[in-house]
């Protein structure tokens, strides 16, 4: 059993910042890619961010410039930078993570973290 802890959303003004984070814990025997994905109000959840193990990353072109994405494998742990927040990017912020344990590899999902962006 895997269990994910997301933390680090809240309330700011537009062109501020916020760090999420995400720490995996369990029988956690490897973890391949993490990513950060968010689901706005009346629209579909999307795909923000993605590290793989080997640290190469990918974002939404909503995001880039904007966000950084990375990891601490010691600490199972992702992180979320965010920085010149817009009002568009209010959503629940959802990690997900593509986990070995001892018995099977599956993808987990953390509850989500509400960020909004509002003067």
């Known amino acids: 059993q895997v269990q994910l802890v997301e933390s680090g959303g809240g309330l700011v003004q537009p062109g501020g910042s916020l760090r999420l984070s995400c720490a995996a814990s369990?029988?956690?025997?490897?973890?391949?890619?993490m990513g950060w994905h968010r689901q706005a109000p009346g629209k579909q959840r999307e795909l923000v961010a993605v590290i793989t193990s080997g640290g190469s990353t990918n974002y939404a072109d909503s995001v880039k410039g904007r966000f950084t994405i990375s990891r601490d494998n010691a600490k199972n742990t992702v992180y979320l930078q965010m920085n010149s927040l817009k009002p568009e990017d209010t959503a629940v912020y959802y990690c997900?993570?593509?986990?070995?344990?001892?018995?099977?590899?599956?993808?987990?999902w953390g509850k989500g973290t509400l960020v909004t962006v509002s003067s």
């Open positions: 369990g029988s956690i025997f490897s973890i391949y890619d």
């Open positions: 997900k993570v593509d986990v070995l344990t001892t018995l099977s590899r599956n993808y987990y």
